[in-house]
Every structure is written in structure tokens, then in C-alpha cells.
């Protein structure tokens, strides 16, 4: 998977995607991840890709020229790549958007190619959203100061759904959020920590039985602490056994 970032600050994903998983797949060549600073593309003398917004109200708005020049720039580059294929999802993340959930990443995760969108100041103008953008996602009920942050977010959410990005695919089955369950509790060595007992059918080998007692855990966690997530679990069974 290739994912293209169009942002004002690319600096700040220099550490965050050379680092950790993301920075091993793209090393072994599973996912090439590059960062574009929007001020590239604008035709201002000064580089400005922002101006006050019409009607009035605080703050400014990103301009549509550079985020026009900067996106159709790299929509170029896939149609020359990939002659013949679809254009790649172009992705602005802002709060108004539509949630991202497991379900949406692993979506994501099967296109070949993301083109996302990273918003600052009051946002973008809203002809870049009505023309270009295709999806609209949001990592949140809340405001951060600029959409960089949110794209890093919905890059690592999307980057674990890609088989051989985890080594052990079998770690995303025990994950928040997999079959709109919370995780369960892990332990690991010693047994007995300052008096801390590891429950015993963590102890016990019987595999069927920590199977058991780990779904349970997640049942109950759930219900105490997102019993919405419970009721859209129920609701997946039901549409199951129909």
C-alpha cells in the first residue's frame, strides 16, 4: 500500500513513521508512506495557503488552489503509475467526518493506494470537499489543532489491517474493537507480583477454558464500560444467524 499525507506540517510525521510498525513495513517494502507539505503547491510568492473566509467569523481558511494543485498533483503520479486503475480514496480527515472504526481501517486497508488530506485553521474550503475529497473520516468527537495528527492516526489504524504489517496476525483478533468487543486483560511473568496473583486459568494449559474466561472478560468489560459497542456485537450475531 502506498498512502500519500498532503499536510502543512510534515515534519511532524518524521519520527512517528520511521518508528516502531510502521517504520519495519516500510523497510520490508509493505507500505510506503510519503509526506507532502501542502506549501509546495501554492503559487503565492510568500507560499500562503490560507485567506479569511467569506461572510466573516474567526480564524482563517485553507485556500483551495494549493490543496486543488496539491491534490490533483498527486492523483497524476497513481494514473501514470497505474494505468487504468481507479484513482486512489482522497481522504480529508475533520471532525464532521464519518467515524473510524476497525470495520472502516480494515476497509481501507484493501485499496492499493490513500490520498489523505490533513486540515488546519478554522478547515478547508468547502469546494476542495465538494470536487476532489471522496471520504470524510473523523478519529473523534473532538477538535486537535491541525488533521495531521488525526491522518498518523488513521495511517497506524489502516497499516495493521495489512497482512505481514503485524508478523502475528493472529494479535489483531485479541484487539479492542475486534467483534465490537474491549480486549481482555493480559498477564505475563512473574505469577505472583507483590502479592498480585495471576488468575489460576491463565495457569491451567486447558486452552478451551482461557478461551472461555478471556470472552467473558471481554463481555463484561464491555458491558461496564461501552454497553453500545454490546449491543452493535448483538446486533452482528443476529444478522449472522439470518
Not at 516500510?26 to 510568492?45: M, P
Request: net charge negative; proline share 6%.
Amino acid at each position: 500500500m502506498r498512502i500519500d499525507i498532503l499536510t502543512l506540517f510534515p515534519a511532524m510525521l518524521a519520527g512517528f513513521l520511521s518508528e516502531s510498525i510502521l517504520g519495519r513495513a516500510a523497510r520490508r517494502g509493505l507500505l510506503e508512506i510519503v509526506a507532502r507539505d501542502i506549501r509546495d503547491f501554492s503559487t503565492d510568492r510568500h507560499r500562503r495557503v490560507d485567506d479569511t473566509p467569506f461572510g466573516g467569523g474567526p480564524g482563517m481558511l485553507m485556500s483551495p488552489q494549493p490543496l486543488f494543485a496539491a491534490i490533483e498533483h498527486v492523483l497524476a503520479e497513481a494514473a501514470a503509475a497505474a494505468a487504468g486503475s481507479a484513482s486512489p480514496p482522497v481522504i480529508y480527515l475533520c471532525p464532521d467526518g464519518e467515524p473510524l472504526t476497525n470495520a472502516l481501517a480494515r476497509e481501507l486497508a484493501t485499496e492499493p493506494h490513500l490520498v489523505l488530506v490533513s486540515g488546519h485553521y478554522e478547515g478547508i474550503d468547502q469546494r476542495v470537499r465538494d470536487t476532489l475529497v471522496t471520504r470524510e473520516v473523523s478519529i473523534g468527537d473532538y477538535v486537535l489543532t491541525n488533521g495531521t495528527l488525526a491522518a498518523a492516526v488513521l495511517t497506524d489504524c489502516v497499516a495493521r489491517q495489512i497482512p505481514g504489517v503485524l508478523g502475528e496476525e493472529n494479535s489483531l483478533t485479541g484487539d479492542s474493537f475486534n467483534d465490537n468487543l474491549l480486549a481482555f486483560p493480559q498477564y505475563t511473568r512473574p505469577a505472583d507480583f507483590r502479592g498480585l496473583q495471576v488468575p489460576a486459568v491463565l495457569l491451567s494449559g486447558d486452552h478451551g477454558a482461557i478461551a472461555r474466561w478471556r470472552r467473558e472478560q471481554q463481555v463484561e468489560k464491555t458491558r461496564r464500560r461501552r454497553p453500545d459497542l454490546l449491543h452493535k456485537q448483538q446486533n452482528t450475531a443476529n444478522n449472522r444467524e439470518t
